[in-house]
């Protein structure tokens, strides 16, 4: 009979120097590998994965501290792009990180081809280093073509299963753990079932998989046996693979992750080893991201060991076992910690319709007191709706996809992680991982490196012909930042961080002489961003759903109907071009204010402007990036807006909101005579950036929509200063090869039909990504709907302290007569 020798631990960050000397060193040297790490992982919220060529791809990112677990502050640019079936780039472009959030959107070119595409986002960093870790999600498009179908011939249908022991290896006169995936030659995981035999042809156990694949079974193996294994695949067809050897010597482990507070591990050994390792100290090490807890212990005279350890001493997420005889790693083992993954839930409350609008109020349920907010993206949909089916969650993005080395079939299957399926399905998928991605002999060998951090853009500039009686350079201010003095070097270099110019934006540098005399420089300019064309990475991997649906679908001629598209080039061309604008009739007291020097020295803000110019209250979020304009003026506020809707692009709808008790209500703001949402872009928006702002207090000649007032913003041509400052011949000027690309508000397309089953399949009904959730009440929101029987909503999110949500709320608005 063995001997258990057991131990209940629980550890402490604070408590290494109790433990012996090797155990402490390990940790030590672990922590000290990832000081200065600021490891990031990206997920990126699509309106849809299903899209039509004539819509547009809509997005949210959202970039994530792994090692803090938060919301990251570190990353300011995220490149995103269109790919192809073949890996190869359609289109990307760059946009601005605030506060770990960004979105934006990118046009499908009529050109584009029915098919499959994927999105790949990366941050700066990512893109320096050539990371595989990078964002990608896959993508169907639809026009009028019919996608090239690939269909597999069932005779020719291949199958693969892996086996692997739990901790790496088979010992022998241990019950050793044993994990294995069984996939078609798609990828995609398949159910099976098996009988494992000796060598002699004796039965032994039998085996069963779930739908992925995905199976466990416990095998008490003999010395100097090969085991085979007997499995049946789909259609009946079998295959026969030898196991992996057994081991004479070793040590191997046993993790039971499924108890609800504690966390229990197993170490055994047989007589043999435990011969030659009686005396020997081992040192078990549990980290992950940097965070380490470790103990030294021996097997003393017994062939196994028992921990129990307290599930609220680790860590969140998928935490990493490592055996250490000394400091060379025996065995490793990932499992997943879910007792304390942050997680909140909302509520969708509808409060009141009236025709096509509905309006809808947003809660989170069960908030922490430190929690003040959240930060969510909002997909609306057909409650009928194909056209969302992603690979992944914020959950599966930000806790699964950075620890797993190979792909993962339908990732976000095991979030929430609540059921005893799930839970079961994802350890196994852990223990197929083997070893983790850690590189051990580098974390004992080499230094930490302190990363550089790369935010906005960097130029690097080397003056060719300085001329006497130079004091430096000076950039002129652009549309988001302000003009800047450049100090230049003894070799004539100089350097300029943090910028963020628009795309397609010129900067302008000019010599400035001692006397602040501006003169034309002679340059030469490095970017450390680049439009180069990239592809996808080739050992990135790539998650699918596989959810089997038909591919053969074209869109019908008339979807788009072609009047709609004319309009929105009229719209565009409108923008770009310098005229003078008409005076707005509907802004009957409208006050108008020309952006001058004057009023950008005085207001560098657009939301400064609005607070001293008029009656109006600007409170901006603690964090996030979260503002609201209200009106001073007592008012109230009767139902809903009217369904006769301001002229905007491509049929843009108008929220109406309400501070909750006050009675005072939000204005109209429009940029480019586009309405927002939510005001949030404004909370950044720089004076530099704007020609001129109209604002109307009263909001007469709006109706009920107007009651809170209405402000109109529209966006510079222009460099501010270009005419009164410089002279042309006074300065260069640089583009850089990509700019940061502005957010646009979402319009729906005009769709031809708001019943028919393309629409109901694949067509949007509205897409919100920046709402804000207070700590307590709601957050207030408008849809318009048309006459749908029913929407449904994907939210995803993160709130101050990094709580993470991901729900799919479904909800009827008009009921079936009986």
Avoid at 77 to 89: A, F, I, M, P
Avoid at 116 to 121: P, W
Avoid at 491 to 517: C, G, Q, T, W
Avoid at 730 to 751: D, E, L, N, R
Wanted: proline share 4%.
């Amino acid at each position: 009979m063995k001997k258990h020798y057991h131990l209940f631990c629980v550890f402490s960050l604070i408590s290494l120097h109790v433990f012996a000397q090797t155990a402490s060193s390990i940790s030590e040297r672990y922590q000290a590998h990832f000081k200065y790490s600021e490891e990031e992982a990206v997920f990126v919220h699509l309106n849809k994965t299903t899209y039509l060529v004539g819509e547009e791809i809509w997005f949210k990112g959202y970039i994530f501290n792994k090692r803090n677990e938060e919301i990251s502050a570190i990353s300011t640019n995220l490149h995103v792009g269109l790919y192809d079936e073949n890996g190869k780039q359609v289109t990307k472009e760059l946009f601005r990180i605030r506060n770990g959030c960004t979105n934006g959107n990118l046009k499908l070119d009529t050109s584009v081809r029915s098919g499959t595409y994927y999105i790949k986002a990366a941050t700066q960093q990512m893109v320096d280093e050539q990371s595989a870790e990078v964002f990608i999600e896959e993508i169907t498009i639809y026009g009028k073509d019919i996608p090239v179908q690939k269909i597999a011939d069932s005779t020719t249908k291949k199958y693969d299963i892996q086996f692997l022991p739990e901790g790496g290896h088979l010992v022998k006169g241990v019950e050793n753990t044993i994990a294995f995936k069984a996939i078609n030659q798609e990828g995609k995981g398949v159910y099976v079932n098996g009988i494992i035999y000796d060598a002699s042809g004796n039965e032994v156990i039998t085996y069963e998989s779930n739908n992925l694949g995905f199976g466990v079974f416990k095998l008490l193996p003999e010395n100097r046996i090969q085991y085979k294994a007997t499995t049946t695949f789909e259609e009946d067809k079998t295959s026969e693979q030898v196991l992996p050897k057994v081991a004479p010597t070793g040590i191997a482990i046993q993790v039971d992750n499924l108890a609800k507070d504690t966390l229990k591990i197993s170490l055994s050994t047989n007589p043999e080893t435990l011969r030659s390792i009686v005396s020997k100290e081992y040192t078990l090490l549990i980290h992950k991201d940097g965070w380490a807890r470790s103990m030294p212990f021996s097997f003393k005279n017994t062939e196994t060991v028992d921990l129990s350890i307290a599930r609220n001493r680790l860590f969140n997420g998928v935490n990493t076992i490592t055996l250490f005889d000394g400091k060379t790693p025996v065995l490793e083992r990932m499992f997943f910690n879910r007792k304390v993954v942050k997680e909140l839930s909302v509520m969708v409350k509808k409060t009141e319709t009236e025709g096509d609008f509905s309006k809808f109020s947003l809660y989170l349920i069960k908030n922490k007191p430190r929690i003040r907010e959240a930060n969510v993206s909002i997909s609306i949909l057909p409650a009928t709706s194909e056209g969302y089916d992603p690979a992944h969650t914020i959950f599966s993005s930000f806790y699964l996809k950075p620890y797993i080395r190979g792909e993962i079939e339908n990732p976000k299957y095991y979030f929430p992680n609540k059921t005893k399926t799930r839970r079961k399905a994802l350890d196994a998928l852990l223990i197929t991982q083997g070893w983790s991605k850690y590189d051990w002999t580098a974390i004992f060998q080499e230094q930490p490196k302190q990363p550089i951090a790369s935010q906005g853009i960097t130029i690097k500039g080397t003056v060719n012909f300085p001329l006497k009686g130079i004091k430096g350079m000076f950039l002129h201010d652009t549309k988001d930042q302000k003009a800047q003095y450049i100090p230049i070097d003894d070799e004539r270099k100089f350097v300029v961080y943090n910028l963020y110019p628009e795309a397609d934006e010129k900067l302008r540098f000019s010599y400035i002489s001692n006397k602040k005399e501006f003169s034309q420089p002679k340059l030469y300019l490095r970017y450390n961003v680049s439009s180069k064309k990239d592809a996808l990475p080739e050992n990135a991997t790539i998650d699918r759903v596989f959810n089997g649906k038909n591919n053969i679908f074209s869109l019908p001629d008339d979807f788009f109907p072609s009047e709609a598209e004319a309009l929105d080039k009229v719209v565009l061309n409108a923008k770009n071009k310098n005229k003078k604008e008409k005076k707005d009739p509907t802004m009957v007291n409208g006050v108008e204010t020309k952006i001058t020097e004057v009023e950008y020295l005085r207001y560098q803000r657009v939301s400064e402007f609005i607070q001293y110019n008029g009656s109006f209250d600007v409170v901006e979020g603690l964090s996030l990036g979260r503002l609201e304009i209200t009106s001073r003026r007592m008012l109230t506020l009767g139902g809903l807006p009217s369904t006769r809707e301001e002229p905007s692009v491509a049929g843009a709808s108008t929220t109406v909101s309400m501070t909750k008790g006050s009675g005072n209500v939000s204005p109209l703001v429009f940029i480019d005579g586009n309405p927002l949402k939510n005001f949030n872009v404004l909370a950044n928006l720089s004076m530099a950036r704007v020609e001129r702002i109209i604002i109307d207090k009263t909001g007469l000649g709006y109706g009920m929509r107007g009651t809170g007032g209405v402000i109109k913003i529209f966006t510079r041509k222009t460099p501010l200063t270009q005419t009164s400052t410089a002279r042309r011949d006074s300065y260069v000027y640089s583009v850089p090869p990509i700019g940061f690309s502005v957010a646009k508000q979402y319009y729906t397309p005009k769709y031809q039909s708001f019943s028919n089953d393309a629409f109901l399949k694949y067509g949007a009904v509205d897409w919100l990504p920046n709402i804000y959730i207070p700590r307590r009440g709601s957050s207030d929101f408008i849809v318009k709907h048309k006459d749908l029987k029913g929407i449904t909503m994907f939210i995803e999110g993160v709130s101050k302290d990094g709580s993470l949500i991901s729900q799919k709320r479904t909800i009827t608005l008009i009921e079936d007569e009986e």
